[in-house]
């Protein structure tokens, strides 16, 4: 066989392989989204894990929480929400949370649960080594956190086959005019891919960008910024009510 015509094979076969595994994902991501709605019309108890967003610091309205019980409980009847945040958690420490097991009645009882989750992985490398640590580090910070994440959701999964799970992507609320704020758009990307799953919800809260006003520091949201935080949840979830 001539070599165009053995490239000409290949070429085909590559590109009938590519289709093939295509397909087969959109069709998992299909039965993963009809499963979601045959089971969120019948949500009665949802969990919040994570960090100090998660748990609503510098807000007296409890982040999230309230604004998703108000939206909520538009369409869910006798709805309740339990916030279980810890200001400063990493992903290896809500690992280690959940393998503590003293979560485990309230894993088993949660038919919904929204993760804010990542950020302080980040931080802790900022803190220690500054910005030029976290451009060194990146790749194996980020590395850690997709496998903690993905231990996380198999943990949860083991305790609780049938409860859904939503997680918040990171944002990036520097302001633009930051000599940072360029570097940080791009890490941001690439650090949210990290935490895509085939079994999880993505909330697309990476458009919460710099807002005047929005913000009580670089990363904690003000009320307004738990308010939309919220609605980005809420919108997520009536997707599937729909």
Request: proline share 2%.
């Amino acid at each position: 066989m001539k070599k165009e015509n053995i490239y000409l094979v290949l070429s085909i076969l590559a590109a009938s392989a590519l289709a093939t595994s295509k397909v087969r994902k959109e069709f998992r991501q299909k039965k993963f989204d009809d499963d979601i709605r045959g089971k969120i019309k019948y949500t009665k108890k949802v969990l919040i894990l994570g960090d100090s967003v998660a748990r609503g610091y510098g807000t007296k309205i409890g982040g999230i929480t309230k604004s998703l019980q108000e939206k909520m409980n538009i369409h869910f009847e006798n709805l309740v929400i339990e916030n279980l945040g810890i200001d400063g958690l990493t992903t290896k420490g809500l690992l280690e949370k959940i393998e503590s097991r003293v979560w485990d009645k309230k894993m088993k009882e949660s038919d919904l649960i929204i993760m804010n989750i990542g950020g302080n992985d980040l931080l802790r490398m900022f803190n220690e080594a500054g910005p030029k640590g976290v451009i060194k580090n990146f790749p194996q910070v980020r590395s850690n956190f997709s496998k903690n994440i993905r231990a996380i959701v198999n943990e949860l999964k083991g305790i609780n086959p049938n409860t859904m799970i939503f997680m918040n992507e990171l944002y990036d609320s520097m302001d633009k005019k930051n000599q940072l704020y360029g570097l940080s758009k791009i890490m941001i990307t690439i650090w949210n891919s990290a935490s895509s799953m085939e079994n999880v919800v993505k909330v697309k809260t990476k458009i919460m960008k710099h807002k005047n006003g929005y913000w009580i520091d670089l990363v904690h949201p003000n009320e307004d910024g738990y308010e939309e935080m919220g609605d980005l949840i809420y919108q997520e979830i009536y997707k599937y009510l729909k």
